[in-house]
């Protein structure tokens, strides 16, 4: 089956990087998503990685994908206060016509100023 | 990427009554879906609504609680029915162009 957990908090300074990390169990996932939720807005997708990737750079964003050990991590260089908002990792599953995707428990990112 | 509206953006409902959440897209799209976020948790999906047939629904949701039309490739509905101050949640519309899925404003739910 497919779960995906995350840390529920993280707290940094303004400036400095942000790591969130993100384990999932479906090894046969294609592609991997993180997404960000404002307070009271819709999800806004940032970034997604193919599954034969180890790393994507994004201005900003780096995601890093061991396959190994099925863990994913999304880091926020120069971290400021519009950063501040829930993250949320999630994996695909299933094939063909179907695929669903399945979403992490939310990291909360609180930028200090 | 895709531009997604839904109305009602919020409500509040007197239990036992129901309601009807719109979602339309600014393009033709194939996957459509609906899920839902309680307080503080994360987004769980309902169904997927499929383009003239029945939607096909998650473990746990039925289509009697959560009814859901797909007209055509630009609109969606699905129907919160029979209300429970259980059911107080965000219920958001996504659909999927390509690899990437995009998601709604949400719809606020409150029931009383």
């Known amino acids: 089956g497919e779960d995906v957990e995350q840390s529920l908090f993280l707290s940094v300074r303004e400036g400095d990087s942000s790591v969130i990390n993100c384990t999932y169990t479906d090894s046969s996932s294609t592609y991997l998503y993180w997404y960000k939720q404002e307070p009271g807005a819709g999800l806004q997708l940032l970034t997604y990685?193919?599954?034969?990737?180890d790393m994507k750079q994004d201005q900003r964003l780096t995601v890093l994908l061991n396959k190994k050990d099925k863990h994913l991590s999304l880091r926020i260089a120069d971290t400021q206060t519009g950063d501040s908002a829930i993250y949320f990792c999630?994996?695909?599953?299933?094939?063909?016509?179907?695929?669903?995707?399945?979403f992490g428990t939310g990291t909360k990112l609180q930028v200090i100023p | 990427s895709a531009v997604i509206s839904q109305k009602p953006s919020r409500d509040i409902c007197q239990r036992g009554t129901s309601l009807t959440i719109q979602c339309q897209v600014d393009s033709q799209v194939t996957m459509m879906f609906w899920y839902r976020q309680q307080p503080g948790q994360s987004l769980t999906l309902i169904a997927t609504a499929n383009q003239g047939s029945e939607a096909t629904y998650e473990s746990g949701f039925v289509i009697d609680k959560f009814p859901i039309s797909r007209p055509n490739l630009t609109f969606s509905t699905l129907t919160v029915s029979n209300m429970s101050p259980e059911d107080s949640s965000i219920y958001l519309c996504?659909?999927?162009?390509?690899?990437?899925?995009?998601f709604g404003p949400g719809t606020r739910l409150t029931v009383l």
């Open positions: 990685i193919f599954s034969n990737m």
């Open positions: 999630a994996e695909t599953s299933g094939s063909g016509g179907y695929q669903k995707v399945t």
């Open positions: 996504s659909v999927r162009q390509g690899i990437e899925q995009f």
